[in-house]
């Protein structure tokens, strides 16, 4: 007897061979799902997600707290920030001499937390070829710069083709602080202290603190814009790790002014973090350092400095406005285990002087001088700012003219 498809029997039978049929396929896909699509099989793991890299460029040159505020925010905008460092032959041909040399600025850049990797000797303006190898052998997804602008000498962008390529992220430009007006700051210390003693010879912090200017006769102080940073309890948090030591952490405390924070003061952060868990820093105030100093110090005021020594990843926390004495309650007070100073400073025979800050750690057997390793202190920065005084005036000019243009143009841009 064949088989007829309209019979009843035939026709029951029929369905369930298509229900076997069908359940089969079912199950066979959910196997194969099972099969390829979970990682805890061991069969094949999916791909993780590649991570972001942006790339900002910059001279980096007095270094402040205004390129470590563009460090942070570049950083935001992906997982991985690289950050390339401009030939001092570069420089030289784009602006006139660096302050400091390709070496020291390297030391600062790898410092700041937000930085992940660094390239040395990069060029001024993102070249195709240069951009080409951003592109394919550091897996930068975008080039980042703020939002004044980059011009090169013949007048054009010098992120032009970073934009064109649709590559291009902008921040915003942090407000109060720049190198040209750093250097303004130190001519004008220069000055300063050359006029008669007849002359008001007030601290040159209250004048930048309360955005004066100064212009001489012979032009030397010709800067129109000194600090008009306002510091905000919301910047200070940005910066800060926002974590306290462990219960059994060894705390170890440096002090000092920072001014100027350069190479000098990284290498002995670095050094000092390495001899416990935590580093304590404490930031003397602008009256304090005024009085150890001189009346033209600091040049940087107490709330810049603070953010300089914070950006450093070296560095656990600060006390802003620390006290120049060390004292056993303050030991008892922030659990230190050890206080410590480098060999190279402004002062040199601290420790000789009528005002021993560290007589008390001492007794305590809490403290130790450490063997820096750069020979640079504030003064090593001012005068090469003195020794090459005629060509960093003409550089100071320039930029002056250029930042004058942006503040006069400059609309609200969004960020932080």
């Given at each position: 007897m064949g088989f007829e498809l309209g019979h009843p029997e035939n026709l029951q039978s029929s369905r369930f061979i298509a229900s076997c049929l069908v359940g089969g396929i079912v199950i066979g896909v959910s196997v194969l799902g099972l099969y390829f699509g979970y990682p805890s099989l061991g069969i094949?793991?999916?791909?993780?997600?590649?991570?972001?890299?942006?790339?900002?460029?910059?001279?980096?040159?007095?270094?402040?707290?205004?390129?470590?505020?563009?460090?942070?925010?570049?950083?935001?905008?992906?997982?991985?920030?690289?950050?390339?460092?401009?030939?001092?032959?570069?420089?030289?041909?784009?602006?006139?001499?660096?302050?400091?040399?390709?070496?020291?600025?390297?030391?600062?850049?790898?410092?700041?937390k937000w930085v992940d990797e660094v390239i040395p000797d990069a060029p001024y303006a993102i070249t195709e070829e240069f951009m080409k190898k951003l592109f394919t052998e550091y897996n930068i997804d975008y080039i980042i710069h703020g939002d004044d602008p980059c011009l090169l000498p013949d007048g054009t962008d010098a992120y032009a083709l970073a934009k064109k390529a649709g590559r291009y992220k902008q921040i915003k430009r942090t407000e109060g602080v720049s190198s040209t007006d750093i250097v303004g700051r130190?001519?004008?210390?220069?000055?300063?202290?050359?006029?008669?003693?007849?002359?008001?010879?007030?601290?040159?912090?209250?004048?930048?603190?309360?955005?004066?200017?100064?212009?001489?006769?012979?032009?030397?102080?010709?800067?129109?814009?000194?600090?008009?940073?306002?510091?905000?309890?919301?910047?200070?948090?940005?910066?800060?790790?926002?974590?306290?030591?462990?219960?059994?952490?060894?705390?170890?405390?440096?002090?000092?002014?920072?001014?100027?924070?350069?190479?000098?003061?990284?290498?002995?952060?670095?050094?000092?973090?390495?001899?416990?868990?935590?580093?304590?820093?404490?930031?003397?105030?602008?009256?304090?350092?005024?009085?150890?100093?001189?009346?033209?110090?600091?040049i940087m005021n107490l709330h810049e400095r603070s953010l300089s020594v914070l950006a450093c990843r070296y560095v656990d926390e600060v006390i802003i406005g620390a006290p120049w004495e060390v004292s056993k309650d303050m030991i008892t007070t922030f659990n230190i285990s050890l206080v410590v100073h480098g060999t190279i400073a402004e002062n040199k025979d601290i420790e000789k002087g009528t005002r021993n800050p560290y007589v008390i750690p001492a007794s305590m057997d809490v403290y130790q001088l450490l063997e820096s390793p750069l020979d640079i202190t504030t003064s090593t920065i001012i005068k090469r700012i003195v020794s090459n005084h005629e060509a960093y005036q003409i550089r100071n000019e320039k930029k002056a003219a250029s930042e004058k243009r942006y503040y006069e143009g400059k609309t609200h841009v969004t960020g932080d």
């Open positions: 094949m793991n999916r791909k993780k997600k590649r991570p972001v890299r942006v790339y900002m460029d910059g001279c980096f040159d007095m270094m402040h707290y205004g390129h470590c505020n563009a460090l942070r925010q570049a950083r935001a905008l992906g997982d991985e920030l690289v950050v390339g460092v401009v030939s001092d032959a570069e420089i030289i041909a784009n602006k006139g001499p660096p302050v400091t040399p390709l070496h020291e600025r390297m030391i600062m850049v790898s410092a700041v130190m001519l004008l210390c220069v000055r300063e202290r050359s006029v008669s003693d007849t002359h008001n010879r007030s601290s040159l912090q209250r004048q930048f603190s309360h955005g004066k200017s100064q212009k001489f006769e012979d032009g030397v102080a010709g800067i129109t814009r000194v600090s008009e940073f306002l510091p905000t309890s919301r910047r200070i948090v940005q910066f800060s790790n926002g974590k306290g030591p462990g219960p059994d952490a060894r705390i170890v405390y440096i002090d000092g002014a920072f001014d100027l924070f350069h190479a000098g003061h990284v290498e002995i952060l670095r050094i000092a973090r390495g001899l416990g868990d935590f580093l304590l820093v404490g930031i003397h105030t602008d009256q304090t350092v005024s009085e150890h100093r001189g009346a033209h110090r600091p």
